[in-house]
């Protein structure tokens, strides 16, 4: 193929964009990025990125600065949220490189977006324009058209649509399949640690209980403290990230909770709050030369804190399959193929996670939790181990 036979066009500046557009022009694609908003900023938020996405992140020569901005967690905990006991901790970052190939590292949305940004900027082969809203698109089978709000349109041999869990290119393809209430609510704020008298652990941490559940760990060094709360609630279902509730809500949620979670939520400024929704695995992700990647065609439920993961192993999988040129259409299909398996089974245990976190009675804390101590007690490598599945995968080894 030649240069000008790889051009492709990316809907969606986000992580999954900017991570698609890095490894496209790795493989010898020109690449337009096209993101709706005005700036590319990210809520104050944190995200958890594990050594399969760590993997890609090296690859593309990043890995080292998102060490230097995040933070690398102790162990990954599950503790009880009302008395804060311990059920078991894994040690991960002076095992996780020998156990897994790669550092789990915590990191600020923003820190993430921006060290993306600035790799795409210095990219000759990349182009970014914001405030380019996409509302719909067409194929001929051979090319793809990208049409936006403004009635202007862009033509490519490849079109991505990385515009996440409401994606214009995948409601154009398969019509508006509506994505479905979990009946869970999430919180979600940061806290600088010099703000908190006790605070969370050094550790990725699992805080269960009745109907909702916590998870807390640190960013930036270890200066930030990053607050994720889950409750079962139905009487709200909005979405923005940017939406906020009351100190007062988050506090009536967690009442009677460990005091390291009611002082986060009591330091915290603002409180951001959204309903999660959840999407079956749908039947294809392809039309053409379209594709999907991440949300828009896999979203994920936080309980295995994939999301970002996975759309990054997406990308990688992605330019791999059009790398070498040829039928577009087929190295579309045959990502398809190769990913669809290992994010509808996340998708499936992120689900799971949702009930095992939960559990509401003694009986039920005790029938689900109480193995899981004796499990870390006696054998703490059959606990790491069932991880092994997701962290120790290598989309850069594999292709799939």
């Not at 040829?326 to 990913?339: H, K, N, T």
């Not at 992120?350 to 509401?360: E, I, L, V």
């Amino acid at each position: 193929m030649t240069k000008t036979d790889t051009h492709a066009l990316i809907a969606g500046g986000g992580i999954g964009g900017l991570t698609a557009a890095l490894c496209l022009a790795r493989a010898g694609w020109t690449v337009d990025v096209y993101e709706a908003a005005d700036a590319l900023t990210e809520v104050g938020a944190g995200l958890q990125l594990s050594p399969n996405a760590m993997k890609v992140f090296d690859t593309l020569g990043l890995s080292g600065e998102i060490a230097k901005r995040g933070f690398a967690p102790e162990a990954l905990e599950l503790r009880l949220g009302q008395s804060g006991r311990r059920v078991f901790s894994i040690p991960v970052n002076q095992r996780a490189a020998p156990a897994w190939g790669a550092p789990y590292i915590h990191i600020h949305r923003a820190d993430l977006l921006d060290i993306l940004a600035e790799a795409a900027s210095a990219n000759s082969s990349i182009k970014i324009q914001l405030g380019a809203k996409a509302a719909d698109y067409e194929t001929d089978g051979a090319t793809a058209r990208l049409l936006f709000e403004d009635g202007t349109s862009a033509t490519g041999q490849l079109l991505l649509g990385a515009d996440g869990l409401h994606s214009i290119l995948r409601k154009q393809m398969l019509g508006d399949v509506p994505a479905r209430f979990t009946g869970n609510l999430a919180w979600r704020f940061t806290v600088p640690l010099d703000k908190l008298a006790s605070p969370p652990p050094p550790t990725a941490c699992v805080w269960a209980g009745p109907g909702r559940h916590a998870v807390t760990y640190r960013l930036r060094g270890g200066t930030l403290a990053n607050f994720v709360g889950i409750v079962e609630r139905h009487d709200w279902q909005g979405e923005s990230w940017t939406e906020q509730g009351t100190k007062a809500e988050a506090l009536s949620d967690f009442a009677g909770w460990n005091d390291t979670l009611t002082e986060l939520i009591e330091a915290a400024d603002s409180h951001y709050r959204w309903a999660l929704f959840d999407r079956l695995p749908l039947g294809t992700w392809c039309d053409g030369p379209v594709t999907l990647l991440g949300d828009a065609c896999h979203p994920m439920l936080p309980f295995q804190a994939q999301g970002a993961a996975q759309a990054t192993e997406d990308a990688y999988v992605l330019a791999g399959k059009v790398k070498a040129g040829g039928d577009i259409p087929a190295a579309l299909r045959s990502y398809e193929e190769a990913r669809k398996p290992r994010t509808s089974r996340i998708q499936a245990a992120s689900r799971a996670n949702m009930k095992t976190f939960h559990k509401r009675s003694p009986a039920e804390q005790a029938a689900t939790y109480g193995p899981m101590w004796i499990a870390g007690q006696l054998l703490p490598g059959v606990v790491r181990s069932r991880l092994d599945w997701i962290y120790g995968h290598d989309v850069t080894a594999t292709g799939r």
